[in-house]
Nanobody
């Protein structure tokens, strides 16, 4: 059984930082790309960032470029999303996901976590 579990969400003031973690089990983590998506209240789920299985390739949504950094530690079967300079519009439930192709459309991502809530106060 494949399981992705996000953690690290919480309440933070605008301008602050937060790091999310995604612990994977039931799959060969190093064989998959890993990504982050988010869904704000009343809005559709959107892409945040992704990293290839080797870490050689990354991509980000324009809204988070320069502020968020995605990384992974395959030895720990864990992915990370470092969020800096947080804005109120970053408030959302953040989901991690796994895929064999980080350039795939969201519907093509294979596995999803249940999400962790990030609330940014202003």
């Amino acid at each position: 059984q494949v399981q992705l579990v996000e953690s690290g969400g919480g309440l933070v003031q605008a301008g602050g930082s937060l790091r999310l973690s995604c612990a994977a089990s039931g799959l060969t983590f190093s064989g998959y790309g890993m990504g982050w998506f988010r869904q704000a209240p009343g809005k559709e789920r959107e892409f945040v960032g992704a990293i290839s299985w080797s870490g050689a390739s990354t991509r980000y949504a324009d809204s988070v470029k320069g502020r968020f950094t995605i990384s992974r530690d395959n030895a720990k079967n864990t992915g990370y999303l470092q969020m800096n300079s947080l804005k109120s519009e970053d408030t959302a439930v953040y989901y991690c996901a796994a895929t064999n192709n980080i350039y795939s459309a969201p519907s093509r991502w294979s596995y999803w976590g249940k999400g962790t809530l990030v609330t940014v106060s202003s």
